[in-house]
């Protein structure tokens, strides 16, 4: 399973960007989806996370600005983001489980700085 992000950039504050991740090599086995960010010099935390479902979670953080959406027939993830802010700049990954497994995989980030 490979998975494939893209649409990270340099934008002001209070911009958007949206973000993508391709899965491919799962054969429609994707269960939950996600995107995490790591900033400089900081651990890698939870952004958001989608079932397969479409039962969604956020980090506090990112509450009211950042929506996350799937479209399984495209084994593609979304990660919305809106209003951003200086303190949202980090390399966003996208993961994903499949069904019955708990292993996750994981792709190779995409960079969002945000300039103030």
């Known amino acids: 399973v490979q998975l494939q992000a893209s649409g990270g950039g340099l934008v002001q504050a209070g911009g958007s960007l949206r973000l993508s991740c391709i899965t491919s090599?799962?054969?429609?086995?994707?269960?939950?989806m996600g995107w995490h960010r790591q900033a400089p010099g900081k651990q890698r935390v939870l952004v958001a996370t989608?079932?397969?479902?479409?039962?969604?979670n956020y980090a506090d953080s990112v509450k009211g600005r950042f929506t996350i959406s799937r479209d399984n027939a495209k084994n593609t993830v979304y990660l919305q983001m809106n209003s951003l802010k200086p303190e949202d700049t980090a390399v966003y990954y996208c993961?994903?489980?499949?069904?019955?497994?708990?292993?996750?995989?994981w792709g190779q980030g995409t960079l969002v700085t945000v300039s103030s």
């Open positions: 993961n994903a489980d499949r069904l019955g497994r708990s292993f996750q995989y």
């Open positions: 090599g799962a054969d429609g086995s994707i269960n939950n």
């Open positions: 989608i079932t397969r479902g479409r039962r969604t």
